[in-house]
């Protein structure tokens, strides 16, 4: 059982840098993996960013070199950095959590936050 709650959402313009954040609850004798994720209206869910209890991370192509996922657990918190941003990244963002796995881009997960929504501006 993982409570999450997205936060750090907000409108920019084209080529800004936003930093979401995810608090998720603590539980120090469970490992599992987590995700960012976002879902524009109309279009399907999409993987963003994961990161692995052992600190491994994946990103979707579309992303790379512009977002860095990170985790800090002593305050169990994920955290997504995004730079250079563009229209195209408007989206709802969601961080989510599922049974740990050595790749978090493969995991299966079932735990969902309500969402912060990002809005880039031409």
């Known amino acids: 059982q993982v409570q999450l709650v997205e936060s750090g959402g907000g409108s920019v313009q084209a080529g800004g840098s936003l930093r979401l954040s995810c608090a998720y609850s603590e539980d120090k004798y469970s490992t599992f993996c987590l995700g960012w994720f976002r879902q524009a209206p109309g279009k399907e869910r999409e993987g963003v960013a994961h990161i692995s209890y052992t600190g491994v991370t994946n990103y979707a192509n579309s992303v790379k070199g512009r977002f860095t996922i990170s985790k800090d657990s002593a305050k169990n918190t994920l955290y997504l950095q995004m730079i250079s941003l563009k229209p195209e990244d408007t989206a709802m963002y969601y961080c989510?959590?599922?049974?740990?796995?050595?790749?978090?881009?493969?995991?299966?997960?079932?735990?969902w936050g309500q969402g912060t929504r990002v809005t880039v501006s031409s």
């Open positions: 989510a959590a599922g049974p740990a796995l050595s790749v978090c881009s493969g995991a299966r997960y079932g735990y």
